[in-house]
T-cell receptor, first 111, second 114 residues
Framework: QQQVKQSPQSLIVQKGGISIINCAYE??????FPWYQQFPGKGPALLIA?????SEKKEGRFTISFNKSAKQFSLHIMDSQPGDSATYFC??????????FGAGTRLFVKA | KAGVTQTPRYLIKTRGQQVTLSCSPI?????VSWYQQTPGQGLQFLFE???????NKGNFPGRFSGRQFSNSRSEMNVSTLELGDSALYLC?????????????FGPGTRLTVL
């Protein structure tokens, strides 16, 4: 019940295309859903986060869509760029404690 | 402002040995969390410290332990190392524990157990 399932495992997108990464959770106590971006040799960095009281949050080219009834949330990267090539992790926590991460999605954006 | 620093960056140990990893949080941050990252298991939460007290713990054996000092610096110890402990160990700091605070991650310590 503590798991966060993330798909796909890897993703190849053309430059300018839309990258979509999906996550699903079981624990309805989760109330904070951040997304992290990790480049090789670096630690993850917070990209964008959402609380379940909103269905969508947008920051620049990055959008989180949240479906509370389906217990699913997704990250959309619009106009994907080669510099977006990285590993993306969804995560969930209750009150920000004991964050549970998805398995990660390796994104490659072709120039 | 300096980021989270972790030392050492790379470490090679043999089975049965013990290891201590260090994390210095961002100045003013009082919460430190540790994670283990492996290709097969992804990022797994180890434990979280706030004001020198362990506030949360993940599902790891007792061989994994940690502590936090009065200056918020934290150490993580793994005793009786096993091959499966080979991983990237990440430390993250935040202003306070939980409360939806953004966690800032360090670059990690790459531990290889031979």
């Amino acid at each position: 019940q503590q798991q966060v399932k993330q798909s796909p495992q890897s993703l190849i997108v053309q430059k300018g295309g839309i990258s979509i990464i999906n996550c699903a959770y079981e624990n309805t106590a989760f109330d904070y859903f951040p997304w992290y971006q990790q480049f090789p040799g670096k630690g993850p960095a917070l990209l964008i986060a959402i609380r379940p009281d909103v269905s969508e949050k947008k920051e620049g080219r990055f959008t989180i869509s949240f479906n509370k009834s389906a217990k699913q949330f997704s990250l959309h990267i619009m106009d994907s760029q080669p510099g977006d090539s990285a590993t993306y992790f969804c995560a969930a926590s209750t009150g920000g404690f004991k964050t549970i991460f998805g398995a990660g999605t390796r994104l490659f954006v072709k120039a | 402002k300096a980021g989270v620093t972790q030392t050492p960056r790379y470490l090679i140990k043999t089975r049965g040995q013990q290891v201590t990893l260090s994390c210095s949080p961002i100045s003013g941050h009082r919460s430190v969390s540790w994670y283990q990252q492996t290709p097969g298991q992804g990022l797994q939460f180890l434990f979280e410290y706030f004001s020198e007290t362990q506030r949360n713990k993940g599902n790891f054996p007792g061989r994994f332990s940690g502590r936090q000092f009065s200056n918020s610096r934290s150490e993580m110890n793994v005793s009786t190392l096993e091959l499966g402990d080979s991983a990237l160990y990440l430390c993250a700091s935040s202003l306070v524990a939980g409360v939806y605070n953004e966690q800032f991650f360090g670059p990690g310590t790459r531990l290889t157990v031979l």
